[in-house]
């Protein structure tokens, strides 16, 4: 009976999958179409047709357009940069063919997203969540900039659903597989290396105590299988212990500047870091130049940092001067402006329905902590880097999944009228 059961909703997931992937589709290679990929988008597109062709992570505007000199970089991590070399290794290394290939990884995000409301409330649940991340602007408008949130997002969807089946049922493999898909949203996106504290390490307290250590030290095992190899080869070629990104240091130097700090750019990433010619070529070294500039303007500017970091916070929720916001994030990330409002509007609309749906099932005894730890994650993560709604698609399928609650509350409700309404009509007489 339950293989009967579960057919239709797969089914169904697929049904909304299908349909998620066509919007994704027609927005990519329609709407944006003709609009070329800027900035980190443009960076992922050159390092894929690099990577395909040289086998190796490589500075590809160094390599393409310096008479093929060849450095080494992991100033983007790994991961997206090899799913778009798939088929650009197939001769598909076009920007067209790439916003496809992300197109599909955004659209995988959807079932998993469906699987992830069904263990939170059900199957109807599941369908909804479904449905809202299929049509939600703030997820389809991702895979047309050719930015890592199209592989970020399925990897989060499908960590948050582990960490429900190692609740379930607690085992060293289940922990290992959540650390392992933690691991993998570490090598697309670095900052993913929090959720070992803000997810990981919490939900192991919902564990049985007498299997805690074992549990925490295969999650730790789990992480390490993907992300090992990417440290050792990153301390190889910079000749150093690195992180998993050397960008790290740009990062905290473009949002730790005057007008990061006192203009109205203030918790952006606002100014593009100048290096120094007589630090060399070799990331690591650059990036720890960086970061000690940006450490340095932060401490001599300290009573600036608390409104900064506010700041920061409200643009990641989208609350920060609304409309000259979604302008700005529409320009600086490949966005068209009107999906990029439509998106705004839309939180606003979902915020209100997740918070319902975390007190009703706060109401009904289940527990929080998964869904509430990645929306702690993006707030975190806005206040220690710089404000920007990139980081908010860790947060989005929890809140996907909560309004899902609300509105299949809503759906009972207004069943359970019509069901009441049905009964206390009179039968008409024969």
Not at 231 to 260: D, K, V, Y
Not at 316 to 344: C, Y
């Amino acid at each position: 009976m339950e293989r009967i059961r579960t057919h239709p909703f797969a089914l169904r997931l697929l049904v909304i999958a299908g349909l998620a992937l066509a919007i994704r589709l027609v927005y990519a290679l329609v709407v944006m179409g003709d609009r070329p990929v800027t900035g980190d988008g443009r960076e992922f597109h050159f390092l894929a047709n690099v990577l395909a062709q040289k086998h190796s992570y490589l500075q590809p505007f160094r390599y393409l357009f310096q008479h093929h000199t060849v450095v080494p970089t992991a100033e983007k991590p790994p991961l997206y940069p090899l799913g778009l070399a798939v088929p650009s290794t197939l001769g598909l290394d076009s920007v067209a063919a790439h916003r496809v290939a992300s197109c599909l990884m955004g659209a995988s995000a959807i079932p998993l997203i469906g699987v992830l409301g069904r263990r939170v409330a059900g199957v109807r649940v599941g369908l909804i969540a479904a449905s809202l991340a299929a049509v939600y602007p703030a997820l389809f408008m991702l895979d047309a900039s050719l930015r890592s949130e199209s592989l970020y997002l399925p990897l989060i969807a499908l960590a948050l659903v582990l960490a429900y089946r190692l609740v379930d049922a607690p085992s060293p493999g289940r922990a290992a597989l959540l650390g392992v898909a933690l691991g993998l949203a570490t090598l697309t996106r670095s900052e993913a290396v929090l959720l070992l504290l803000v997810l990981a390490l919490p939900l192991l307290g919902l564990l049985p105590r007498a299997r805690r250590l074992t549990l925490t030290a295969a999650v730790l095992a789990g992480f390490a299988l993907p992300v090992g190899p990417w440290l050792a080869r990153n301390w190889i070629q910079f000749e150093r212990p690195t992180a998993i990104s050397t960008n790290e240091g740009g990062l905290f130097a473009g949002a730790n500047c005057h007008a990061a700090y006192y203009t109205e750019l203030i918790g952006t990433w606002a100014c593009f870091p100048i290096n120094d010619p007589a630090w060399g070529q070799n990331e690591a070294v650059v990036s720890g130049h960086l970061r000690r500039r940006a450490l340095d303007y932060a401490g001599d500017h300290a009573g600036r940092v608390p409104a900064v970091v506010g700041v920061r916070v409200l643009r990641t929720w989208d609350l920060w001067k609304p409309r000259p916001s979604a302008r700005f994030e529409s320009g600086i990330a490949n966005r068209d402006l009107h999906v990029q409002q439509a998106a705004m509007a839309a939180l606003y609309l979902l915020i209100p329905l997740a918070i319902a749906g975390g007190v009703l099932l706060r109401r009904r005894g289940a527990r929080l902590r998964i869904l509430v730890a990645p929306i702690v994650f993006v707030t975190l993560v806005g206040a220690l880097s710089y404000g920007s709604t990139r980081f908010r698609v860790a947060a989005e399928p929890a809140i996907v999944v909560l309004s899902a609650v609300s509105l299949a509350a809503v759906f009972e409700r207004s069943r359970a009228r019509r069901r009441e309404r049905s009964r206390e009509e009179p039968v008409p007489a024969a």
